[in-house]
């Protein structure tokens, strides 16, 4: 399954500066793991960018992610 992150934001919708958070969406879809209706203008990027501003993202979204995406255990070595 591809995943892809996309944003919730302010009314000044499509400015990269108004993302309120991140949400984890299935393929292209508008409704987040979470449940919340996302717009079609909003920003989208990559699922594996979740790591980078974790204080940006959806709690449930990334729990529920995490449920859905594969360990792979070389990936989790320090």
Do not use: F
């Not at 499509?14 to 987040?32: F, Q």
């Amino acid at each position: 399954m591809m995943h892809q992150m996309r944003a919730e934001t302010a009314p000044a919708a499509g400015d990269p500066d108004s993302v309120v958070s991140w949400h984890i969406v299935r393929n292209a879809d508008l409704t987040a793991l979470c449940g919340k209706e996302l717009s079609p203008a909003a920003p989208v990027q990559d699922a594996t960018r979740w790591t980078l501003d974790p204080d940006h993202n959806c709690h449930t979204c990334g729990a529920l992610y995490l449920r859905e995406t594969p360990y792979l255990p070389g990936e989790h070595t320090g």
